[in-house]
């Protein structure tokens, strides 16, 4: 009988056509990202260095310090890059931590199936259900808070999302007769893995990263708000927002700032993800139409 | 006589810079009571012309051109830049004209009752009707289409139905409001024969007890010439030919509708066998059993019960029976997908295992498998050569030259080496597959519907392109198949299954010129011919 499901397995990449929100994303993300890779060449970069002479300068008052100063005279130009590379690239690496993690137990789950999968379900559901910050926060009461820990808890406890999708995909694929195909030639299952369904669940995992940095970057910086994280002098965003909230009523610009900057990251990250997804989602939709 | 559907020089394209022309020039025209049957491989532009006369084009087409009339009300005229507005047109949708898909098994909602499905149908147009009303309306309809015990079933969801009691459920919700018009669009490609010949029986009587009239979508020059008062045969998104659908046939004007006639099946065995003899048996298979553990149950399902086969080197044994008969289990056990609970499987005199898993590569190559759905079967991130290649990567034995070997046995030249799945039609998709099976060199093929999702002339190539390779490589075949036509042309004997069992087998002459077994009759009787009985008397003038 001709009844089959055609599954929209791999998103077809195709001509590339650029939405305005796109552009617009890029252009913010491209200013976070050329702050970041930029002001370190500078001559006058130092976000470490303290000038109580010079503290609390506003903005395009001080050639030398051209965003101005904060509280102990550090240059807030020079900290705001630094925050940006530190709290990027933490969320990078927690969301690489994530997809990968993620996908690959969705992957099991999906292709294995039974006992595993009952395994894996029952893990995922005790990992939803742990309000993730109280964790860190609890763990951080014991040991010593840092950059590390922050990554590490996070980088493990955030997957589930990854693993739902792609268990789905990947007990879809399995039933498909492209991956029973190579079984009755002599290969294995780890050939199967490896050539048909990783191949074909990664575009997904890359949506939903795509989706979750923006994620990941709130979640880092409340953190770092609260002082779990990366460890003074070092700067994040959320840490040099908690310290410009003393001076709100005076010199605003120390909390506003950061507050711009993450706003351009975050804004810019979610406009780009979301003509990434209404590019794949085209193609997704796209099969098993007319004709 | 009053005409229902009156479509004129039909111009439909698609959206965007460059529009492609998917219809030109297509006029037809049905009247109150007749039955007309629109013929056409996949993308002829059957479809989407009836579509376009319900409004439901796709996304990405448009109509561009010619004027389209349903019960005197002109829905649209390009010249007069008249269109109808979606609140007129849903007014008409299953009122004046209602429609049944291909598929029943995707449209229906898995998750409502039946009964409410159809009821939520009878309320569309009749929203005022109690929700009491409805209901009794709309068991009152399934009983009308033939759903015994309606009362109780209506209650139970779609999965609970076959997929002939769903194309009931569809034709009901089609006929709640007694429509002048009802548009079939491939209604029983997705059905055994046995159920096509009830559900087209069901549409003939619909058609005399309300008068209405319909439009027949299909691929199958059988089923047209059983069905419909007139014949339009679409090519290319033009009409080829028109007229009543007996003169059509007996006499073609056309070349295309000529080709078409011809490459349905030949209603006659093949002239010369391939068998070999003095080689090893493609495949010995004995009493084969295959069970399904139902969770829930504590006893398996038992799908195949005690089937032998045997199959010689370069011969073909065709299985065939209806769906759920244990065709494709008898399939799968033979190439260890599906373990055999029980029995022994002999292929190429080699002794396997029953668990594909146990089975050693060597053992793997003697019997590969051409998959039925052309579309699930090739990964679509690979291109052709990759395809073809992987077989042969798995063993180790990988070659440039040998994949451009394979492929040009299957008539795709190096052109084809670069492209994707997604590049192909059905039929190259097939072929692919064919090389690809071919690729580690087995002495049995298991064919599980290789032909049933291609249009009747792809089905011709591949079916000629099997029996060469056959003969040039003494491959045994096993054939599953439910479409008797093509395993008459092809098949040296044939196995006919049901419940699990083999109740007749012989060779394939004999099943069809003196066939013993009642449900092979059965079987036989049910599958449309060009000069079958006709179904429907053509009702008086009105």
């Known amino acids: 009988m001709t009844t089959s499901l055609t599954l929209a397995t791999a998103p077809v990449v195709r001509r590339w056509r650029p939405r305005p929100g796109a552009a617009v994303g890029a252009l913010m993300l491209g200013t976070v990202l050329l702050l970041t890779a930029i002001v370190p060449l500078l001559p006058g970069f130092d976000p470490m260095g303290q000038d109580l002479r010079a503290a609390l300068r506003p903005p395009f008052a001080d050639p030398a310090h051209p965003l101005g100063t904060d509280a102990l005279g550090r240059d807030l130009l020079s900290r705001l890059a630094l925050a940006s590379a530190v709290t990027l690239g933490m969320t990078v690496v927690i969301v690489i931590m994530n997809a990968v993690l993620g996908s690959l137990i969705g992957i099991l789950a999906g292709y294995y199936g039974g006992r595993l999968e009952a395994l894996i379900t029952l893990v995922s559901n005790v990992t939803l259900a742990m309000p993730v910050v109280l964790l860190l926060i609890a763990i951080c009461a014991v040991l010593r808070p840092s950059a590390g820990l922050t990554i590490l808890v996070l980088g493990c406890t955030w997957w589930v999302g990854y693993a739902r999708v792609t268990r789905n995909i990947a007990a879809a694929l399995r039933r498909q007769d492209f991956v029973v195909s190579p079984l009755t030639q002599g290969g294995d299952s780890v050939w199967v893995l490896t050539r048909h369904i990783v191949p074909n669940v990664w575009p997904h995992t890359l949506i939903i990263a795509a989706t979750d940095v923006a994620t990941i970057v709130l979640i880092t910086s409340s953190l770092e708000y609260l002082g779990l994280g990366v460890q003074p002098p070092v700067p994040s965003w959320g840490s040099m927002i908690f310290d410009g909230q003393r001076h709100l009523a005076g010199d605003p610009w120390l909390a506003l700032l950061p507050g711009l900057v993450m706003l351009l990251a975050v804004g810019g990250v979610q406009f780009l993800s979301q003509q990434f997804t209404a590019e794949t989602r085209g193609g997704l939709l796209r099969k098993g139409g007319m004709r | 006589m009053s005409t229902v559907l009156r479509i004129e020089n039909l111009r439909i394209e698609t959206d965007g810079d460059t529009p492609r022309t998917l219809v030109d020039g297509v006029s037809l025209q049905v009247d109150r009571g007749e039955s007309l049957g629109v013929v056409g491989e996949s993308g002829s532009g059957k479809s989407l012309t009836v579509l376009a006369a319900l409004g439901l084009l796709p996304v990405g087409t448009r109509v561009t051109g010619g004027r389209i009339v349903i019960d005197d009300r002109v829905l649209v005229d390009v010249e007069a830049d008249v269109w109808a507005g979606e609140r007129e047109l849903r007014a008409l949708r299953g009122r004046t004209a209602a429609m049944v898909f291909q598929d029943p098994m995707s449209s229906l909602d898995p998750l409502r009752a039946v009964g409410a499905q159809v009821a939520s149908a009878v309320r569309v147009h009749a929203p005022r009707l109690s929700r009491r009303a409805a209901r009794e309306r709309a068991i009152d309809l399934l009983t009308s289409v033939g759903v015994r015990d309606a009362a109780e079933r209506a209650a139970t969801r779609p999965h609970q139905w076959s997929g002939g009691m769903r194309q009931r459920a569809m034709i009901a919700m089609a006929i709640a409001h007694d429509p002048l018009l009802l548009i079939a669009d491939e209604p029983t490609t997705a059905l055994d024969v046995t159920v096509q010949a009830q559900v087209m029986d ?90 399904y553990r139902v969770s829930g149950r504590k006893t398996p399902v038992r799908a195949v019960d005690g089937v ?137 093929l298991v064919l599980d519907e290789p032909v049933s999702a291609l249009d009747v002339s792809i089905q011709a190539q591949v079916l000629t392109l099997l029996d060469t390779l056959q003969r040039e490589h003494g491959l045994g075949y096993l054939f599953i198949s439910h479409d008797l036509g093509v395993v008459r042309s092809i098949a040296d004997r044939v196995i006919v299954m049901q419940h699990g069992r083999v109740v007749e087998e012989a060779p394939t002459a004999q099943i069809f010129s003196d066939p013993q077994h009642p449900f092979t009759r059965q079987l036989l009787a049910a599958v449309p011919r060009l000069d079958g009985p006709r179904r429907t008397a053509r009702p008086a003038a009105a």
């Open chain 2, 308 to 444: 032998s086969v045997r199959i010689a080197a370069g011969e073909t044994v065709a299985v065939v029976g209806e769906s759920g008969c244990g065709k494709s289990s008898l399939a799968k056990a033979v190439l260890g997908i599906q373990p055999a609970a029980a029995g022994t499987v002999v292929v190429g005199g080699v002794p396997v295992r029953s668990e594909l898993a146990a089975r050693t590569a060597a053992e793997r190559e003697l019997a590969q498998i051409v998959f039925q759905d052309p579309y699930s079967a090739l990964d679509p991130r690979l291109t052709v050569h990759e395809l073809v290649a992987e077989p042969l990567r798995i063993r180790r034995a990988y070659n440039r030259a040998t994949v451009g070997t394979l492929l040009a046995d299957v008539g795709l030249d190096e052109s084809y080496a670069k492209r994707l799945p997604g590049q192909l039609s059905g039929g190259q998709r097939q072929r692919v597959g064919i090389a690809r099976a071919l690729a580690l060199r087995p002495r049995l």
């Open chain 2, 202 to 291: 069901l549409l003939a009587e619909v058609r005399d007890r309300t008068g209405s009239a319909l439009v027949l979508i299909t691929h199958d020059l059988g089923l047209v010439a059983e069905n419909s008062d007139r014949l339009t045969v679409m090519h290319h998104g033009r009409v080829v030919e028109t007229g009543a659908t007996r003169a059509v046939l007996a006499a073609p004007a056309e070349d295309y509708t000529r080709r078409l006639m011809a490459a349905m099946p030949a209603e006659q065995e093949r002239a010369t066998p391939a068998v070999r003899t003095g080689e090893a048996d493609a495949l010995v298979a004995e009493n084969i059993v295959v069970d």
